[in-house]
């Protein structure tokens, strides 16, 4: 792609995340975004197009972080049920993700740099450039790992976006789907299945919480040892 195409390209893509952006802050969503309660009331409010603004959300949950999307996906399991929220969800954050890939392999660091901080970006760049496709697994089945930012990172590498589309599809659904499931039965489900499923769901947030740095220094170190075996 031509200079002036990839600034077109960037200019266009910067432009209307900053319009989606600062809709959803005018209409006052990231003061409700770390309530659940909050949250189903504000997507309500904007019926009959509900379902529209859900799946806007979670589209720009890819790239904009304040936005928690298994959050949103919990309320939207209670509005609209477990299956409608995953299907939205999954659609809008697997779109989103395949367009940040792709607009970080057209565009390159001009287009990383204004969304990944240098930190992140020097800490997961390397072995991303290694070990790509094992390291997006295992990153997307954890939830501590900064998903959506290893997405724009993985633009990068020499992964294809054939290979880049399988492991998002086939890794990025779970949490997804629990967070969904864990919505969506809160309204059809007795307080005794409730519970169980809450605690569960406590002890994963936790357990991430507490060990999710330790593990995350585990893998990054697994995957360099095996690099530094396979290149003697």
């Not at 600034?7 to 432009?15: D, F, Y």
């Not at 740099?113 to 390291?135: C, G, H, M």
């Not at 697994?137 to 998903?147: E, K, N, S, Y």
């Not at 330790?214 to 396979?230: A, D, M, Q, Y």
Request: net charge positive; hydrophobic share 55%.
């Amino acid at each position: 792609m031509k200079k002036y195409q990839k600034i077109a390209v960037l200019l266009a893509t910067l432009l209307l995340l900053a319009g989606g952006g600062w809709f959803l802050y005018q209409s006052g969503f990231f003061q409700v975004v770390n309530s659940l309660e909050e949250l189903r009331a504000y997507i309500v409010r904007f019926a009959p197009y509900s379902h529209l603004l859900f799946f806007l959300v979670q589209f720009l949950s890819v790239v904009l972080a304040p936005i928690p999307s298994n959050i949103t996906a919990a309320a939207g399991g209670v509005l609209f049920g477990t299956w409608p929220a995953f299907l939205l969800t999954f659609g809008a954050v697997a779109a989103g993700s395949l367009l940040v890939f792709w607009l970080a392999r057209v565009l390159g660091r001009d287009f990383t740099d204004k969304f990944v901080s240098q930190t992140l970006s020097e800490k997961y760049q390397n072995i991303l450039r290694a070990k790509a496709p094992v390291f997006l697994v295992l990153a997307f089945l954890f939830p501590f790992f900064p998903d959506d930012m290893l997405c724009i990172l993985a633009g990068l590498t020499e992964l294809s976006f054939r290979h880049f589309a399988a492991i998002v599809l086939l890794t990025r659904p779970w949490g997804l789907l629990f967070a969904s499931a864990l919505g969506g039965a809160s309204l059809g489900l007795s307080p005794w299945v409730m519970v169980p499923i809450a605690l569960l769901g406590l002890v994963i947030f936790l357990f991430g919480l507490k060990y999710g740095d330790r593990l995350e220094k585990t893998i990054l170190h697994r995957l360099k040892e095996r690099k530094s075996g396979e290149t003697e």
